[in-house]
């Protein structure tokens, strides 16, 4: 039981297969249970937000700019110059009441709008007076981007199973099943009200358990995998609490959760930026972990001979060096992600400490530090349970299966002082091109002679 990411490997013994399986379907079961109780069951949450304004699609026909006027004057009594674009966009509405109609709206216009061309495809809202229902407006909402983005999906597909063939088919049947655990199961329950810390470790660790046995196969060494990765979210989780309430950080670090406690008042902030942390180590983790886990198992394979402390310290070699690039991509993640923010705080004429501490910034840190921390841990932790599981199955394989077969020969193995003699002795022994040469015509008696013969393969003593 066992396997790499091109070939198989000999079969773990039985014993270890029932220990992994006693380890390994339990905290599965437990997974399970806890998703069926955390649930959501009410629906979709209830917002403070009004109702939705309706949405349409349309094809922009004709595009009308001019300056704007000069806006009323100022309380100063200076009219201020007109500025940004004014005029019209006519729009061919494609579906809704209104299909087929000609509608005309005026120029997308301030920060963040649209910019419209003829024979753009975009979204309109339909604007009702509240005064009188009969009257209404239309505006430019956003373009649409739903044929560019389908077009990437299927590059995307199409270059993993192109590279990865049947595995990168798995390996997008696992990006599906984790869509669908964050859509269904994750945000439902923390919109619901529920703990969102219990959520993300419930909801990250039936991710894990789907993922890694879809993409890998159900193998010893995946089992080995997913039991680091869980005891790493779970020692993540556990960092995550201690530092978050050892900074006082309250989840209020950003916009997006200020509106959201408008929008939504029963969802816990403070938990929702552990939620967060948990969810974002977990890819990570998964790398981590199962390249760990395979980097034991081809060690064994290449070197039978190697014991349980020499797979633990060669694999670990490699998992520092794994580490430390994977450092350096979290952090450079977490500031792509909050690039605006890192760029305000730059033109922040407050101290550098206190741009340091402040709360926008110290989620930042936090996110980074206890992500880290759990990865430094997920290497030992996968390392030496695929070390154990490894030796353990490499000892139960080493029997041959048919007692009856001769074991294989032995590799002739060189005379060492056979080898150096030959490397230090003077060049005899060689046919001379221009005629026969009396002492030089005793044909090679020894290994030292017998290793200058120029047509003789010296591959077999070696």
């Known amino acids: 039981m066992g396997s790499d990411h091109s070939r198989s490997t000999p079969s773990a013994p039985p014993r270890v297969r029932r220990i992994l399986i006693a380890t390994v379907v339990p905290l599965f079961v437990a997974t399970v249970l806890a998703a069926v109780v955390l649930w959501p069951r009410d629906g979709s949450p209830q917002t403070a937000g009004g109702q ?32 940004g674009l004014c005029g019209t966009v006519d729009v061919r509405v494609a579906d809704g009441a209104a299909a087929g109609q000609q509608v005309q709206t005026p120029v997308p216009d301030g920060p963040g709008a649209p910019r419209v061309e003829v024979g753009d495809e975009v979204i309109l809202v339909e604007l009702t007076d509240p005064a009188d229902p009969v009257a209404s407006s239309w505006n430019i909402a956003e373009h649409q981007r739903g044929t ?81 990765t869980l005891g790493s979210l779970v020692l993540t989780g556990v960092l995550a609490t201690i530092a978050t309430a050892a900074t006082h950080l309250t989840g209020f670090g950003s916009e997006d959760a200020t509106t959201l406690s408008m929008f939504q008042a ?101 996110r980074s530090a206890v992500a880290t921390l759990g990865l430094i841990a997920a290497v030992p932790l996968t390392t030496g349970l695929a070390a154990v599981v490894t030796a353990a199955g490499r000892s139960g394989a080493e029997l041959p299966a048919d007692p009856a077969a001769e074991p294989p020969a032995e590799r002739p193995r060189p005379d060492r002082a056979e080898a150096l003699a030959a490397l230090s002795s003077p060049r005899t022994g060689r046919p001379d091109p221009t005629g026969p040469d009396p002492a030089r015509a005793t044909p090679p008696t020894t290994a030292t002679d017998r290793w200058h013969e120029p047509d003789r393969s010296t591959e077999t003593a070696w």
């Open 148 to 228: 560019p983005l389908v077009w990437l999906a299927v590059v995307f597909a199409a270059a993993i199973v192109a590279f990865g063939r049947w595995r990168g088919l798995a390996a997008l049947a696992g990006l599906a099943a984790s869509f669908a655990i964050l859509l269904t199961f994750v945000l439902p329950g923390i919109g619901a009200g529920r703990s969102p810390l219990l959520v993300a470790v419930v909801g990250a660790a039936l991710i894990m358990f789907v993922v890694l046995y879809l993409t890998h196969g159900v193998t010893a060494q995946t089992s080995v995998a997913v039991l680091g």
């Open 266 to 366: 029963n969802v816990d902030l403070h938990g929702l930026l552990l939620a967060g942390i948990i969810i974002g180590s977990l890819g990570v983790l998964d790398d981590v972990t199962v390249t760990q886990a395979a980097t034991v198992t081809e060690l064994a394979n290449a070197n039978p001979e190697l014991t349980r402390l020499q797979l633990y310290r060669a694999a670990t070699r490699v998992g520092r060096a794994h580490i430390a690039s994977t450092v350096n991509t979290i952090v450079l993640a977490y500031a792509g992600a909050s690039l605006p923010l890192l760029l305000l705080l730059t033109a922040d004429s407050r101290p550098l400490g206190q741009i340091l501490t402040s709360e926008f910034l110290a989620q930042e840190i936090v």
């Open 52 to 83: 939705d304004v309706p949405r349409y699609h349309g094809t922009v026909t004709r595009v009308v700019t001019e300056p704007c006027p000069p806006t009323a004057p100022s309380p100063e009594g200076t009219p201020d110059a007109g500025a």
